[in-house]
């Protein structure tokens, strides 16, 4: 069972940059499609962005665009999202998800692995 460390959250101003990694068990990443959702309080899980097993293919939530970068290390069993002009609405706990063999990455059942989440809080 492959399991996910996240890490790089914290307390940033609007307008402030965070980057988060995720580490997964694994000796590669090679043969998954890695990405990243987030969940309010009081608000249902949502899509952040993901990255097939290349890194050539990305997807990202509308919200994020423009703002956010996914990259990865297969060799290193490592997934990153670059955050840049945060924003109050930002603010939740940040997963990473895995998923193997999969094209894309934007679903919640398609997830077959889950981290336990790390927390971005952007004030005003």
């Known amino acids: 069972q492959v399991q996910l460390v996240e890490s790089g959250g914290g307390l940033v101003q609007a307008g402030g940059s965070l980057r988060l990694s995720c580490v997964a068990s694994?000796?590669?990443?090679?043969?998954?499609?890695m990405g990243w959702f987030r969940q309010a309080p009081g608000s249902e899980r949502e899509f952040v962005s993901s990255?097939?097993?290349?890194?050539?293919?990305?997807q990202y939530g509308d919200s994020v665009k423009g703002r956010f970068s996914i990259s990865r290390d297969n060799a290193a069993a490592t997934i990153y999202l670059q955050m840049n002009n945060l924003r109050s609405d930002d603010t939740a706990v940040y997963y990473c998800?895995?998923?193997?063999?999969?094209?894309?990455?934007?679903?919640?059942?398609?997830?077959?692995?889950w981290g336990r989440g790390t927390q971005v809080t952007v004030s005003s």
């Open positions: 998800a895995s998923a193997p063999l999969v094209n894309q990455l934007t679903r919640i059942e398609q997830v077959r692995t």
């Open positions: 990255i097939d097993w290349s890194g050539r293919n990305t």
């Open positions: 694994l000796r590669t990443l090679s043969q998954y499609t």
